[in-house]
């Protein structure tokens, strides 16, 4: 199973993530929205960030994350590498990010919507469609 892909949207950006269960759609949402901004330069991770989070539901969790990683990447300059769930539970995560220094200026992205997001079970686990205000 692809785990995210870039999909239509006419003003904005937008991917489709899927997941085993909420921890990897959180995993992959991650990867996604940084693999719209092109391949990350190479290097290895020189930190590591704890993130907490929480959400009344899945889905504000999910933009809740998503716009802690963008804020990381943007404010600190960083690329988040790996993620590491540590504990999620009613709508509550707390996350080990690893980081490396970048050097492009910021990404093109301005913010994670919630228009038109629901999270959605499906045979191989969870799917949501995400888009991103650019």
Not at 57 to 79: A, F, G, P, T
Request: overall charge negative; some cysteine; aromatic content about 4%.
């Amino acid at each position: 199973m692809e785990s995210f892909e870039e999909i239509e949207h006419t003003a904005d950006r937008a991917f489709r993530v899927t997941g085993h269960d909420m921890a990897e759609l959180l995993q992959n949402g991650a990867r996604a929205m940084q693999a719209l901004d092109g391949p990350p330069p190479a290097g290895e991770p020189s930190a590591t960030q704890a993130i907490q989070v929480e959400g009344v539901d899945r889905e504000s969790l999910l933009v809740n994350w998503l716009n802690e990683i963008l804020y990381l990447e943007q404010v600190h300059r960083v690329v988040c590498d790996r993620v590491h769930i540590d504990e999620l539970q009613n709508h509550r995560l707390r996350a080990r990010v690893e980081t490396r220094h970048c050097s492009r200026n910021s990404t093109h992205i301005k913010a994670v919507t919630f228009h038109n997001l629901q999270i959605r079970e499906i045979p191989q686990g969870l799917e949501a469609e995400v888009v991103l205000d650019v």
